[in-house]
């Protein structure tokens, strides 16, 4: 483990390397970190071998610290973080950024601040954007209050497993990683964020893969949609299952070995970018594709 101090926060972050392999930086969802996305299963790019693999947990979150200032939880602000965790850590170098949900919408806003810095961005469980997101603000300015007056036990650690959406069934009941005293900020930031304008979008550049799941209004498939339609060159996948969402390791690894392959006469890129073994599904050992989602390739 190590740290970076940043404009009133300290990152902690690891990084697995692999000499000579891509670089890829590894973000999380609200409330969540490192360790949650771990106990989920989210942590798509931690079963890819063969890569330069960053992860950190972002400011309040996990074993990060930060302020009280519900402004410092904003997207924009938290791109800002990244972009100086990276200049830290691999500077001058472009990346691949994976992250689901706030770790999306954090990768949208740092790669239009500075969109030579990507070389991919793979955005996991885009959440409520635009219209749909004046509904989920209120709800999180109602969860901050609850928290502020009977602390983080206020907040439900997960649904039932039956009220999950399809692909996310199975997983543990998780409840909050972060400072708890910075919980109500991190609520409050979330409420007043937003992603970047659907106009916005069209000025991002670098290729992206959108992964989805299905019935999950805090993560709507409208939202996956405009992306996929307003990025220049994006595709998505939507699972159904959860068979589907164990795939997303192995899309993730095709995707880099796709997108690091400078000849386009050479398939395959990198034979050191690899799924691990140990995470494909059963289907895959027997030559049988678990797939029941849908998907829209970029071409």
């Known amino acids: 483990m190590a740290t970076f101090g940043i404009a009133g926060a300290t990152l902690d972050f690891d990084v697995r390397d692999t000499s000579g392999g891509p670089a890829v930086v590894a973000l999380h969802g609200l409330t969540s970190s490192r360790r949650r996305e771990a106990l989920m299963r989210l942590d798509i790019a931690s079963r890819v071998e063969g890569v330069r693999l960053l992860r950190y947990d972002a400011r309040g979150h996990g074993r990060s610290g930060g302020t009280a200032d519900p402004a410092d939880y904003r997207w924009p602000a938290l791109a800002r973080d990244l972009l100086g965790l990276l200049d830290h850590v691999v500077p001058g170098e472009r990346v691949h950024g994976v992250g689901p949900s706030m770790g999306a919408g954090t990768l949208l806003h740092a790669a239009l601040a500075d969109p030579g810095r990507f070389a991919s ?5 885009p959440p409520t954007a635009w219209g749909t997101r004046r509904a989920r603000s209120r709800d999180y300015e109602r969860s901050a209050s609850a928290v502020e007056a009977d602390g983080v036990a206020a907040l ?16 543990p009941r998780t409840g909050p990683d972060v400072r708890a005293e910075l919980l109500p900020a991190i609520l409050r930031g979330a409420a007043a964020t937003d992603l970047p304008a659907p106009e916005e979008l069209e000025r991002i550049p670098v290729p992206v893969q959108v992964l989805a799941w299905t019935g999950d209004p805090g993560h709507p498939e409208s939202t996956a949609q405009t992306l996929r339609e307003r990025l220049p060159a994006a595709g998505l996948s939507i699972a159904a299952t959860p068979d589907d969402v164990v795939w997303w390791s192995r899309l993730l690894a095709a995707r880099l070995r796709r997108w690091e392959t400078l000849d386009p006469t050479v398939d395959g890129g990198p034979a050191g970018v690899r799924e691990a073994t140990g995470g494909r599904p059963r289907g895959d050992r027997v030559g049988v594709s678990p797939w029941k989602g849908r998907w829209f390739d970029s071409g």
Not at 121 to 125: F, G, I, Q
Not at 156 to 171: I, T
């Open 156 to 171: 439900d650690a997960g649904a039932d497993d039956a009220d999950l959406p399809p692909a996310a069934r199975g997983r």
């Open 121 to 125: 961005l793979t955005l996991m469980l």
